[in-house]
């Protein structure tokens, strides 16, 4: 039903959309729609692109419209090289629980297995309510790493703890044991 690619810069103006679409759902993402500007999705594809991976997911039928996308990127010292992080993933409003986010982060996963096998460690940080997510990351060997009490401001005058997690490539390759 859903089908899932490398990203492409054509995919900007519907990543963009996509984002803007998201951010009006309660609990869709993390940031506001007046914080989904041109220059913040242009900047995680930026990075994306250069050292991490981003993927976009559609329906065959309709191969122009984005309904999903997942990325992740290097942190900028070199002591990380082995790590991608922010990682991130949206999902259309209207296609939500039909298993697409599910392809995608298989999809990451299996590409980091095979044409990443630079990267050991794979990072995410979810908000503690959101019990599908966090028992979704767990059944795909994400563990749980802790907590950041009081991170979120829920903007109801209360906060809560954002949940850090982490998937391990159990086919990483270390550079520095190789021959």
């Given at each position: 039903?859903?089908?899932v690619r490398k990203t492409t810069s054509a995919d900007f103006e519907a990543i963009f959309n996509l984002y803007k679409k998201v951010a009006t759902e309660i609990g869709g993402i993390a940031r506001l729609e007046d914080e989904i500007t041109e220059e913040y999705v242009e900047n995680f594809i930026s990075k994306s692109i250069q050292s991490g991976i981003q993927l976009v997911g559609f329906d065959p039928k309709h191969p122009d419209e984005i309904l999903a996308e997942i990325h992740c990127n290097k942190p900028e010292p070199s002591?990380?090289?082995h790590v991608l992080s922010d990682t991130s993933i949206v999902v259309h409003p209207k296609v939500q629980g039909k298993g697409l986010g599910k392809l995608l982060?298989?999809?990451l996963l299996e590409e980091i297995r095979?044409?990443?096998k630079d990267i050991l460690r794979l990072e995410l940080i979810v908000r503690e309510?959101?019990?599908k997510a966090i028992s979704f990351y767990r059944s795909i060997?994400?563990?749980i790493e802790g907590r950041f009490e009081r991170?979120?401001?829920s903007r109801n005058g209360k906060f809560e703890a954002d949940i850090p997690m982490a998937w391990f490539n159990p086919d990483y390759e270390n550079?520095?044991?190789k021959h």
């Open positions: 039903m859903f089908q002591v990380f090289s982060f298989n999809r095979n044409a990443r309510s959101n019990h060997n994400f563990r991170r979120i401001d550079p520095y044991l």
